[in-house]
Nanobody
Framework: QVQLVESGGGLVQAGGSLRLSCAASGRTFGSYGMGWFRQAPGKEREFVAAIAWSGGSTHYGDSVKGRFTISRDNAKNTVYLQMNSLKPEDTAVYYC????????????????WGQGTQVTVSS
């Protein structure tokens, strides 16, 4: 069982940066694939980024490639999402997710979810 708590969201101007954190409970965090997803009002949940248990492999949604970076610190049971060059269309609730078997791009791939953190980008 893994519990996830996101933090770091807030209001930022277009072109700015934010770093989200997702703190995980559980001694087996280091063996889980981790993902970030987001959901804007009236839209479906969208894949943002994912990282393998070792941190050695990552992949990104097309809309954030080159601007966002996912990383993890297994010693701190934390996964991060560095978001640069933010745009108003990045406004959404951002969720982290964990799974023991995969680090896929579908929300069906993940068993555990955090409560989300709001990111608002003003123009």
């Amino acid at each position: 069982q893994v519990q996830l708590v996101e933090s770091g969201g807030g209001l930022v101007q277009a072109g700015g940066s934010l770093r989200l954190s997702c703190a995980a409970s559980g001694r087996t965090f280091g063996s889980y694939g981790m993902g970030w997803f987001r959901q804007a009002p009236g839209k479906e949940r969208e894949f943002v980024a994912a990282i393998a248990w070792s941190g050695g492999s990552t992949h990104y949604g097309d809309s954030v490639k080159g601007r966002f970076t996912i990383s993890r610190d297994n010693a701190k049971n934390t996964v991060y999402l560095q978001m640069n060059s933010l745009k108003p269309e990045d406004t959404a609730v951002y969720y982290c997710a964990a799974d023991p078997d995969t680090y896929g791009s579908s929300d069906d791939d993940y068993d555990y979810w955090g409560q989300g953190t709001q990111v608002t980008v003003s123009s």
